[in-house]
């Protein structure tokens, strides 16, 4: 009877023991799988195709390409105190390839979209110093690369796709050439209520797109301000060479290109930094007097870029989307 007893607790135990390695192996597989993130077979072409179209549709998210690009009638209000005055300096570019890389983790989509675009940089300047006319005009080309980071949360599992998914959050845009001689620290945008926003790390500072993240306290409030307000933006860049660089923010374009609008941004500061200099640049202005969603284009170019006809374009851009209040 005793033998007997035993070989059941020995079962009893074998079996619970298995019992457990399956419960235990069950919840790995649904929580940490490798396999359920960086795995784009485990979401449907039709999936990823709406919410690609779900993306570009989105006021906030593709109203940077209009801004990234610009043309030689945009309001330009600059200072010119130069031996060599750029009148008119403007950047048009073409996108010319584009990329989504999905990476699938629960319910959530994160989407990693890359842009390659040819641009043309445009300088109208004076060969003869400040106070005359422009006599001369540069042309240079350049390659450049940008990056956002989208989040989608899945909302229903209807048979259309559409329905199922929806923008969470956007990252700021960031990119620029291909140079380690200058690059973008940090970027501080200060609001007229006096709230602020600083960013160091543009691909993982991410601004909700819907309401209940930001109540969850998860991402950063959306940027917004009214007609009226003024906006403070200050950049801080690393750069190899002590010259003042140049500095521009476009912003205030629409779907069609329509109300861009471009400044200038003042050198305020420049201290040695290793083998470089790290620099500050800022400026007061007001976004404009259009309601809607709207992206703000930080470029910033080195001095060589602009007054060297022979120099490469060195360049690096951030991008930040903002909402103007009724």
Known sequence: MKTKMNLLKRSFVLLAFIGLTFLVTDCSDSVTNPASINNQSNLPTMDKEAIKTIAEQDSAVSSFDQNYTENQTDNFLSKTGSEIAPFFVWQHVIQTDKSYDFNVVGDSVYVKVTKTFQGVLNIIASTQG???????????????????????????????????????????????????????????VTLSDTSNFEITSPEDY?????????????????????????????????????????????????????????????????TSSGSGFTKVYQRTFRFGKYHGYYHAVLNAFTRQSIYDDAAPVESKSWGFPYKVRD
């Open 206 to 270: 991410f601004i909700s797109r819907g309401d209940k993240w930001y109540k969850w306290n998860k991402w950063h409030h959306f940027p917004e301000c009214g007609t009226r307000d003024s906006v403070t933006v200050s950049v801080e860049v690393y750069s190899a060479y002590a010259d003042t660089d140049f500095v521009s923010i476009t912003y205030g374009a629409n779907f069609f290109g329509l109300h861009r609008n471009k400044i200038k941004l003042e050198l305020v500061s420049s």
């Open 130 to 188: 400040p106070g005359t006319k422009p006599d001369t005009i540069v042309t240079k080309n350049f390659n450049s690369v940008m990056v956002r980071q989208l989040l989608f949360q899945r909302i229903d599992s209807t048979d259309n796709p559409f329905d199922n998914w929806k923008l969470e959050g956007i990252s700021l845009v960031s990119g620029g050439t291909t140079t380690d001689n200058f690059i973008i620290n940090k970027l501080t």
